[in-house]
């Protein structure tokens, strides 16, 4: 009978030790599943991520180089601006300027 019991002790170990196995092995299992499953998501959160930020910068890369061309014309209607500014303050003064070299040159000094 001590036989016995020891042998049926030694079985319930035994089947307790495979059960404790199966519970080890199913949270590893889940774990790596739950694992599998966060890489995916942060995979893509990452795609997402790298979605947006590559159309903001087309978006600004279009409007960069649409504001080229209305740049280049307003850089050509302040540069034609300040030209015409300097033609008439060069012929307003233009008179005085000649009038004083005039003096200048045909006055003697000793």
Do not use: C, P, W
């Amino acid at each position: 009978m001590e036989a016995n019991r020891s042998q049926n002790g030694i079985q319930q170990l035994l089947a307790a030790e495979q059960d404790a196995q199966h519970i080890v092995n199913a949270a590893r299992n889940a774990k790596m599943a739950r694992l599998r499953q966060a890489k995916e998501e942060a995979e893509k959160e990452i795609a997402e991520y790298r979605a947006q930020v590559e159309y903001e910068f087309q978006k600004k890369v279009a409007e960069s180089s649409g504001d080229s061309g209305a740049n280049v014309k307003r850089l050509e209607i302040e540069t034609d601006a300040k030209i015409n500014h300097l033609k008439n303050e060069a012929a307003r003064i233009s008179h005085d300027v000649v009038g004083l070299l005039l003096k200048n040159v045909t006055t003697v000094r000793n």
